[in-house]
């Protein structure tokens, strides 16, 4: 069975994508990803929360936004090219709209103290929007090929790398992301699960 095969609800049309992902990006202050989260998985159902972490996981590393990453790969799921197209109208459309009134308004108020302390006080929303979903996918892990005794290391050292060591992003995919990658292939591959099945008891 095919991710757009499967049961379970799923969106009736194109439009009904573009509407969806325009009320995921408008909710989305500071960070539209822990809505993605909501939306798509708890209120929607289109996702499981594996099905989630497994497709950011890949707009992480592809170029762009990882949410419209995310979006495209959620549209062509289910409607092809269509749907990847109106999935992404949905979540630029309206927001680039938002986002230059917002800027035109910006360079007029930016030197005001209440405008100045409200943008730095958005930074700790963010952070805690960014550790509240972070917090939400730890379940999708107890599946992860990789075993807790693997993928726990594994996330200790892209926290250091990107938040002590201040390595680029593209060091980081490169080096912890190929280790975990080959990992997981030697952990999925048939040699390994004949060895496993032999020590089995």
């Known amino acids: 069975m095919t991710l757009g095969e499967q049961a379970g609800p799923r969106p009736r049309s194109s439009l009904h994508l573009f509407l969806a992902f325009s009320r995921l990006s408008l909710m989305g202050f500071g960070g539209v990803l822990p809505i993605a989260q909501r939306e798509l998985v708890e209120r929607l159902g289109w996702l499981s929360v594996e099905e989630f972490a497994e497709l950011l996981s890949i707009g992480q ?16 799921r289910y409607f092809g090219l269509r749907g990847a197209l109106a999935a992404l109208a949905g979540m630029l459309l309206l927001p680039l709209v938002l986002v230059l009134v917002a800027a035109a308004l910006y360079q007029q108020f930016a030197a005001h103290p209440a405008v100045a302390g409200a943008v730095r006080g958005m930074g700790a929303v963010s952070a805690g929007l960014v550790m509240a979903i972070a917090l939400k996918l730890l379940p999708a892990l107890r599946r992860n090929p990789l075993g807790r005794t693997r993928w726990i290391p594994v996330t200790v050292a892209v926290a250091l790398a990107t938040g002590w060591w201040r390595w680029p992003l593209v060091l980081v995919i490169g080096l912890v992301g190929g280790v975990s990658c080959a990992m997981a292939w030697h952990r999925l591959s048939p040699r390994a699960d004949a060895a496993s099945q032999e020590t089995a008891p």
Do not use: A, Q
């Open 61 to 76: 590393v592809l170029p762009g936004p990882n949410v419209v990453n995310l979006s495209l790969m959620v549209g062509d």
